[in-house]
């Protein structure tokens, strides 16, 4: 289930309009889901640069922002569009 996946960080500041919010930390599968990219692509990914790197949870657990991976989604969306123009 996603939405056991999904988790806050109360009092996060983001970084588009400045102004206090909470910010949702997409756990590994939320983000495959959302991507449709496997863990192997998305790592291969981020050790090429090419997708944001996921922040520190605990000893063994990492998530991302959903809002870099929605401005990753957004860049790939940004990337067709120019090529098929």
């Not at 863990?39 to 949870?57: C, N, V």
């Amino acid at each position: 289930m996603i939405s056991r996946q999904l988790r806050t960080i109360p009092g996060a500041t983001p970084r588009n309009n400045g102004a206090e919010m909470t910010k949702k930390v997409l756990r590994r599968k939320a983000v495959e889901a959302k991507t449709g990219n496997s863990t192997s692509t998305i790592y291969e990914k981020m050790a090429a640069g090419e997708f944001p790197k996921p922040i520190k949870l605990g000893a063994r657990a990492v998530g991302w922002l959903e809002d870099e991976i929605d401005e990753w989604i957004e860049r790939r969306l940004a990337e067709r569009d120019r090529k098929a123009a």
